[in-house]
């Protein structure tokens, strides 16, 4: 009886459920995509990236909203093909309001799983992120968001098996009814591949595994899989063009250490994304 | 039939009254000089009108319509959902608090708005979905068009104290009043006002992870 009920305020729910079709697609820089150390290892290069999405908002009560969907995320890089991506995934999430309006403070917990197939094939697997964000209007223009997630990526070559713990905070700005701008504050900690020439027994020392690659062509370079800790500032601006569309720009400074091994990334996005 | 003096005398009145009932033009402008749209624009003077009794501010396509709404105080406001998706209309306005939970079609009673001032209206799902409700003590009153032109017709003749507010109005109306005489004809007044950034919530894609999701 009671599941009856339940499946039936579910359905009614259903019934009066709003859909969204989001797109996102543009070019990322990564200038250190080897992540190593050495500048004579430093691999750069560009990708063009999309994703596309269609979720599902159900509003539960007045405070309380679920968030379903599904993605298709797509990466493809200019010249190391190994690491070009394609990969569906679904997202399911709970966010709560603290009251009415876009300025009361709100939480949200959100689950996405995804399968990532790289075109080198032993580098795909299924990626898992739990995340938690909370935010906080401090005026009509000014917002605090931060939270924490939890990545996991399993592959069937253990080698890429990674598991990631990520914080995050930063303050948005509302410059004008059009441009949006944020700056942001990362830390990452958790397992990082670095791709260097060999011999390094330095890294060598202090990595939990090791594989002889060629995603980067010659010389042959050695992934050292270890743990490591990334601090990164992002500074991010968002263009409204129109009612449905915008233009993001966004730039991160990524700083990757494990004592003495310390490598820099610095990450250019330009996007144009889409929202119905 | 033949008229009685009185009679005449009345009628005469009645006619010179509608025939020295007069206008005002207003004009808005920005302090850049642009025009000043969806300003309200409005006479208070000795004489005054029954409130018309309805108004209506609509849901079309996740936005408002109008953006900005002025209704003489009494105004009964309803607030029709013409999406096939419900809404959440709301406004913590000290003028008018009020809540219209999660909602399809058109709720059961209108909201009557019995306090002069201005209201601010959003939706809790929808959080670029923002208007103006303006709460006027007169009848006399019009929303700036594209242009920021306003025309108050039909003003019985006599003094007028002429406002004007804008949702982005940097102070409050009263310091920018200005009092004029209506007769017969049409009067033109030019208001400069001093606006804020228009800051509203964007329907685009921004960056915030906690707006629409």
């Given at each position: 009886m009671t599941l009856g009920i339940v499946l039936l305020m579910l359905l009614s729910s259903f019934a009066r459920a709003e859909w969204r079709f989001e797109g996102q697609t543009g070019l990322v820089y990564d200038s250190n995509l080897s992540n190593s150390d050495r500048s004579a290892d430093v691999r750069d290069d560009w990708a063009w990236r999309s994703d596309v999405a269609a979720g599902n908002a159900l509003?539960?009560?007045?405070?309380l909203r679920l968030n379903f969907g599904a993605d298709l995320r797509g990466e493809v890089w200019d010249r190391f093909g190994a690491f070009n991506t394609i990969g569906p995934g679904a997202s399911a999430g709970l966010r709560y309001r603290f009251g009415l309006g876009r300025q009361a403070p709100w939480i949200l917990l959100e689950n996405r799983f995804g399968y990532d197939r790289f075109q080198?094939?032993?580098?795909s697997g299924y990626d898992n992120v739990l995340n938690f964000q909370a935010g906080i209007a401090l005026s009509d223009r000014i917002a605090l968001e931060g939270g924490y997630a939890f990545e996991s990526f399993v592959a069937p070559d253990d080698f890429y098996d990674r598991q990631v713990h990520r914080g995050n905070a930063r303050i948005l700005f509302?410059?004008?009814?059009s441009l949006q701008v944020s700056i942001g504050y990362i830390y990452r900690e958790g397992d990082v591949i670095s791709y260097a020439v060999p011999p390094r027994p330095d890294i060598a020392r202090f990595s939990i595994e090791r594989e002889d690659e060629?995603?980067?062509?010659?010389p042959l370079r050695t992934a050292y899989k270890l743990l490591g800790r990334t601090h990164a500032l992002s500074f991010s601006v968002a263009y409204q063009l129109m009612k449905y569309a915008s233009v993001q720009l966004s730039y991160e400074y990524a700083v990757t250490t494990h004592d003495p091994l310390q490598y820099e990334n610095h990450i250019v996005e330009a996007n144009i994304a889409v929202a119905y | 039939m033949r008229l009685s003096r009185g009679s005449l005398l009345l009628v005469i009145l009645v006619f010179a009254g509608d025939l020295l009932a007069g206008s005002l033009e207003v004009i808005v402008k920005d302090d850049k000089g642009g025009p000043g749209s969806d300003a309200v624009a409005y006479a208070v003077g000795a004489a005054s009108a029954a409130p018309k009794k309805h108004a209506v501010v609509d849901q079309r396509d996740k936005q408002f319509v109008p953006y900005v709404t002025a209704i003489q105080v009494g105004t009964a406001v309803s607030f029709p959902n013409s999406d096939n998706i419900r809404h959440h209309v709301y406004s913590f306005s000290p003028a008018k608090k009020f809540e219209l939970p999660l909602y399809s079609g058109v709720p059961a009673q209108p909201v009557v708005f019995d306090k002069v001032g201005f209201v601010t209206l959003g939706c809790n799902i929808h959080d670029w979905m923002i208007a103006y409700v303006a709460v006027l003590p007169t009848p006399y009153f019009q929303v700036t068009r594209q242009d920021g032109r306003a025309l108050l017709k039909d003003l019985p003749p006599g003094q007028y104290t002429v406002q004007v507010w804008h949702p982005?109005?940097?102070?409050?109306?009263e310091a920018f009043a200005q009092r004029v005489d209506v007769g017969g004809g049409t009067k033109s007044l030019q208001f400069t006002l001093p606006l804020k950034h228009d800051v509203r919530a964007k329907r685009a894609p921004g960056l915030t992870t906690g707006g629409y999701r």
């Open positions: 509003q539960l009560t007045r405070d080198d094939t032993s580098q509302d410059v004008t009814s060629d995603e980067f062509g010659q | 982005g109005l940097k102070g409050q109306p």
